[in-house]
């Protein structure tokens, strides 16, 4: 039987080991804190592995994900992530609404692979990233479940630019539909890999959006105490640079996404740090 310590230790590792980003943020906050979060990374994880799993077909990534549902309201059993997020749920008021939709956005993800309009995309955004802003926001400790959900939906957006060709290779396609007709971009460009023009006017357009998402985002650090605050300053500052190696790139995506060294990581963190 996995004992809760050994849960932690396993998610931490896990966090460590798969979170582009999140991990260095999470590195900020106390132990307590940076366990219960690493548990909700660990949740999210799991979601979208199974969400993206190309072996298996549609049909069972949605009976895995449905009882995913069912296993926020049993027992753990041996399931090292589970008990995580109980025992975090246990000591913080973790939404289970939000848990329950991020699944939901999972399931999505198995359901859905074009996008109409940005309507369309934010709903699915708020699924997959803004309710992991307000499952944490718990565990910061402050009572802004709409600036939390601001700031995930601005790292989505800054992941979905990032990763246009990741997805391409799923069958999906993020960027809005009408918004590629109206810059005349097409899905044989993307396939193709094409930086035109009008693909760099169209991500510069994602870019602005997401970027005044991230300001709304931001909005969230006066309600934090000074480590939290740290901490999610470090997720914004990241993201922030990823998104703009992507505009220094000329916005050309294709054939493996922007991303940034750890040593570079390190210093945006010591940066923010510094300036608290």
């Known amino acids: 039987m996995t004992t809760v310590e050994q849960a932690y230790e396993q998610?931490?590792?896990?966090?460590?080991?798969?979170?582009?980003?999140?991990?260095y943020g999470i590195r900020l906050l106390p132990k307590p804190k940076r366990r219960a979060i690493a548990a909700i990374y660990a949740f999210a994880r799991e979601v979208?592995?199974?969400?993206?799993?190309?072996?298996?077909?549609a049909a069972e990534r949605r009976v895995r994900l449905e009882a995913l549902h069912a296993s926020l309201d049993g027992e753990?059993?041996?399931s090292a992530m589970l008990v995580a997020l109980g025992d975090?749920?246990?000591r913080y008021p973790i939404s289970a609404d939000a848990l329950h939709a991020l699944i939901d956005g999972g399931l999505q993800d198995t359901e859905q692979a074009r996008y109409a309009d940005f309507d369309d995309l934010r709903e699915y955004c708020s699924r997959v990233a803004g309710a992991v802003g307000v499952a944490c926001i718990a565990v910061y400790g402050a009572?802004?479940?709409q600036r939390a959900q601001a700031m995930g939906i601005a790292l989505q957006l800054i992941n979905i630019m990032r990763d246009v060709d990741e997805d391409w290779s799923l069958?999906?396609?993020?960027?809005?539909?009408?918004?590629?007709a109206s810059f005349?971009?097409?899905e044989a460009d993307i396939a193709a890999g094409r930086c035109t023009p009008g693909w760099q006017a169209l991500m510069a357009y994602q870019a602005a959006r997401a970027r005044a998402y991230l300001a709304e985002g931001r909005t969230l650090l006066p309600y934090l105490d000074r480590r939290s605050t740290a901490c999610v300053?470090?997720?914004?500052?990241?993201?922030?640079?990823t998104l703009e190696r992507i505009e220094q790139a000329g916005f050309d995506v294709f054939g493996g996404a922007p991303s940034l060294s750890p040593w570079t990581k390190v210093r945006i963190v010591g940066t923010g740090l510094v300036l608290k």
């Open 88 to 90: 975090a749920r246990a």
């Open 233 to 241: 300053s470090a997720f914004a500052n990241l993201y922030e640079a």
């Open 171 to 180: 069958g999906r396609v993020y960027i809005p539909q009408d918004e590629l």
């Open 11 to 23: 998610v931490e590792r896990l966090t460590r080991e798969r979170a582009r980003n999140f991990s």
């Open 184 to 186: 005349g971009v097409s």
């Open 48 to 57: 979208d592995d199974i969400a993206d799993d190309p072996a298996l077909p």
């Open 76 to 78: 753990p059993g041996d």
């Open 143 to 145: 009572d802004q479940p």
